[in-house]
């Protein structure tokens, strides 16, 4: 049967939708004044994996925008699976977890001195008649391809396929309308060798109307394998320059960092000028494009780790344990009777301590500086970790002790030091900021006079 409609690829917009179609800290005070969320980044996908075990559920987010009825997704799998382990959440969820794990700016306002103590995304068409589907089947078989199952998920309609080999899976997504980019045989070809189903998701425009919303839910899926991984090489082949991800695993255990790929710690901590408040955005995306081209584009960084129990300070309240239990945290709330296919839902209490460490990893990457999919790893390191950014108000009142003398006169130079940080965190140049900060009232030690006549004859030796 002849295909008239044309289906063509585009970047990907969510994690595995991209690759396809007790320690620590000490507490500090402060003022928790802004964050760094996924909002600041284009083309950011975001995916929360629960690893416990085996035992994993994938949460996958994106920022797909552009009508429904175009929208696909083909997700490299382990096994192939049952409806139950495929559900569908909600949106808040996910940007809850990402405004509590975000980096944060706080300040602190100085005391008185005279008082201070020393996927691959494709377009797709409505569903194929019956008769058609029936067709399909029959030529299914000759290109080495089976559908495993088939669901409608809430507005989704997935399909679970196995392949024989790379060349009859391209065929049969090509005669099922959809352009591969260059070099999908190849990728497909590796994960078919590793034995690897291919979850496909359309939407049902039926079931999406239904909904009342003009926007897609993430997807969900839970499964059990030996692998801890994340599957990004599709997702690349046709990407539009580099894509970011946002990483948020959820364990008992501690922290998680990626075994193939270098696990960095972004720079945290640093005393920047108090202008940045108005435009902490800016910052943050500056600092991180500066880390990346640091680390040679490769590094995967980590932004966040922390036990679920508290924070400090807190950017969002934590998660609840009903927020926890949708995203496969099955032991939340002291549970630990469900097992797979998907944690059931029931009433749990909400409050107290959250039995579960959170970590945030972010990346931006394409084909050429990822050209592998991301293996992790989950370790025993429960050691609290943020990125977090510091501003320090001067105090501006009337205090004339000696002490409030020797606390202005520290002043310029403390302004100097939160210029040279910035600079070097961000790249940006140093004069451009003394700039910024004396049009904001810090002002800066006058330059060092050149005593020319030292280069002659050195420093003076003489004792009178």
């Not at 559900?87 to 005279?114: G, K, M, Q, W």
């Not at 024989?164 to 980019?181: H, M, Q, T, V």
């Not at 408040?277 to 995306?285: A, P, T």
């Not at 059931?344 to 592998?372: K, M, W």
């Amino acid at each position: 049967m002849k295909r008239s409609i044309k289906k063509t690829m585009i970047a990907a917009a969510s994690g595995l939708a991209v690759i396809a179609m007790t320690g620590g800290a000490v507490a500090f005070c402060g003022f928790y004044v802004a964050k760094a969320d996924t909002k600041l980044f284009n083309k950011a996908s975001k995916v929360a994996i629960m690893r416990d075990n085996d035992r994993t559920v994938i949460t996958m987010s994106n920022d797909y925008q552009g009508e429904l009825k175009e929208f696909a997704m083909v997700v490299p799998v382990p096994v192939v699976l049952e409806e139950g382990q495929i559900h569908v959440t909600d949106n808040a969820i996910i940007d809850h977890l990402d405004a509590y794990t975000s980096p944060r700016l706080v300040e602190y306002f100085d005391e008185d001195p005279c008082t201070m103590n020393d996927e691959i995304m494709v377009t797709a068409s409505p569903a194929p008649s019956a008769k058609m589907a029936e067709a399909d089947r029959r030529g299914d078989a000759a290109l080495g391809v089976t559908v495993e199952a088939e669901y409608t998920v809430g507005e989704y309609d997935i399909q679970i396929l196995s392949a024989k080999e790379s060349g009859g899976l391209a065929a049969w997504l090509r005669l099922n309308g959809y352009k591969l980019p260059d070099g999908a045989d190849q990728t497909l070809g590796s994960y078919i060798k590793q034995g690897t189903k291919f979850f496909v998701a359309k939407i049902n425009l039926d079931e999406q109307a239904k909904t009342g919303l003009k926007y897609l839910r993430p997807l969900q899926i839970a499964f059990e394998s030996r692998k801890f991984m994340l599957p990004i090489r599709l997702g690349t082949l046709n990407a539009d320059g580099k894509q970011e991800l946002f990483v948020f695993a959820l364990t008992r255990d501690g922290r998680v960092e990626t075994t193939n790929y270098r696990t960095v710690k972004l720079p945290t901590g640093s005393t920047i000028p108090t202008y940045v408040k108005d435009e902490f955005g800016e910052f943050y995306k500056a600092m991180f494009a500066e880390q990346v081209e640091r680390e040679s584009e490769n590094a995967v960084f980590l932004e966040y780790a922390w036990d679920m129990n508290w924070c400090d300070p807190c950017a969002a309240d934590p998660m609840s344990a009903d927020e926890l239990r949708e995203l496969g945290v099955y032991w939340s709330g002291g549970g630990e009777d469900d097992i797979l296919p998907m944690p059931r839902r029931r009433p749990i209490p909400s409050g107290g301590a959250q039995d579960v460490f959170v970590t945030r990893l972010h990346l931006s990457y394409d084909a050429a500086h990822f050209p592998e999919d991301l293996m992790f790893k989950t370790t025993g390191d429960r050691e609290n970790f943020q990125g977090r950014y510091v501003m320090r108000h001067p105090y501006k009142g009337d205090a004339k002790c000696e002490a409030a003398k020797q606390y202005r006169a520290s002043l310029p130079k403390r302004y100097e030091e939160e210029a040279q940080s910035l600079a070097n965190l961000t790249g940006w140049d140093i004069d451009d900021i003394r700039g910024k900060m004396k049009g904001s009232g810090q002002s800066f030690p006058p330059p060092a006079k050149d005593k020319w006549w030292e280069k002659i004859w050195g420093k003076s030796d003489n004792k009178g």
